[in-house]
């Protein structure tokens, strides 16, 4: 990590700006390249991300990396965060309020990170970097011009992995919108063919999509 974004690692460590301050057992504040050309955001962190400290260890995150291993790349090669540091209780949806507090610890790493493609997974990241309500079911594999962190940036829209963990069908529509990834990052790498996965959805402690959300119908 660069001695920039370690630094503001550890100031958001204590961050205390919202009520989930007395519920987390630590803040997730992100891992990998802190130079990385291209960034996922996700929702907020769960059972298994508020253990480890980091975000995206659970199911979802073996089918990301699943995802990453299909277009060439690995985990160690993009940088993953959250649009909240702090799990919600019992995993519920981020609360405006919640949002609010948090989006600037997002908006400033964006800025430390500079990435060129910043892929968010899900309405909630959706909605907050493209500034606009409209849903991932809308907008998803399609990529759109926006400035964040002061700099101009591809903001490319995905369903969010446990959608996949939860509706099988969805893993054809995320490993369609990933394949597109390397052409995005001006990579001419060969792809290796996907590997066959196989979806086993959070069972310990985590919460299921409801449809309107996994599905972005709303």
Same mark, same amino acid.
């Given at each position: 990590?660069?001695?920039?974004?370690?630094?503001?690692?550890?100031?958001?460590?204590?961050?205390? *700006?919202?009520?989930?301050?007395?519920?987390?057992? $630590?803040?997730?504040?992100?891992?990998?390249?802190?130079?990385?050309?291209?960034?996922?955001?996700? %929702?907020?962190?769960?059972?298994?991300?508020?253990?480890?400290?980091?975000?995206?260890?659970?199911?979802?995150?073996?089918?990301?990396?699943?995802?990453?291993?299909? =277009?060439?790349?690995?985990?160690?090669?993009?940088? =993953?965060?959250?649009?909240?540091?702090?799990? &919600?209780?019992?995993?519920?949806? &981020? $609360?405006?309020?919640? =949002?609010?507090?948090? %989006? +600037?610890?997002?908006?400033?790493?964006?800025?430390?990170?500079? &990435?060129?493609?910043?892929?968010?997974?899900?309405?909630?990241?959706?909605?907050?970097?493209?500034?606009?309500?409209?849903?991932?079911?809308?907008?998803?594999?399609?990529? $759109?011009?926006?400035?964040?962190?002061?700099?101009?940036?591809?903001?490319?829209?995905?369903?969010?992995?446990?959608?996949?963990?939860?509706?099988? +069908?969805?893993?054809? @529509?995320?490993? %369609?919108?990933? *394949?597109? =990834?390397?052409?995005?990052?001006?990579?001419?790498?060969? @792809?290796?063919? &996907?590997?066959?996965?196989?979806?086993?959805?959070?069972?310990?402690?985590?919460?299921?999509? %409801?449809?309107?959300? $996994?599905?972005?119908?709303?």
């Amino acid at each position: 990590m660069s001695e920039l974004l370690l630094e503001y690692a550890e100031a958001t460590s204590t961050c205390t *700006r919202c009520p989930l301050a007395a519920t987390r057992t $630590q803040v997730v504040f992100g891992s990998g390249d802190p130079h990385a050309e291209l960034m996922f955001v996700g %929702e907020a962190p769960g059972f298994h991300e508020d253990k480890n400290g980091v975000p995206f260890v659970g199911q979802a995150g073996k089918l990301l990396e699943t995802l990453l291993n299909g =277009i060439g790349l690995s985990r160690a090669d993009v940088y =993953i965060a959250n649009v909240l540091k702090c799990r &919600p209780p019992g995993n519920r949806d &981020p $609360q405006p309020e919640e =949002i609010e507090a948090c %989006e +600037s610890h997002l908006f400033h790493q964006i800025e430390l990170i500079r &990435p060129t493609l910043v892929a968010t997974l899900g309405n909630f990241a959706t909605k907050l970097l493209s500034g606009k309500p409209t849903g991932i079911t809308r907008v998803h594999g399609v990529q $759109q011009q926006v400035t964040l962190g002061g700099n101009e940036v591809t903001l490319y829209p995905l369903y969010h992995p446990a959608a996949a963990l939860y509706t099988r +069908s969805m893993l054809a @529509v995320l490993e %369609e919108d990933f *394949r597109r =990834i390397p052409e995005l990052l001006g990579l001419t790498t060969v @792809v290796p063919e &996907p590997a066959e996965v196989e979806l086993e959805p959070e069972l310990e402690e985590e919460r299921p999509l %409801e449809p309107t959300v $996994q599905l972005g119908l709303f």
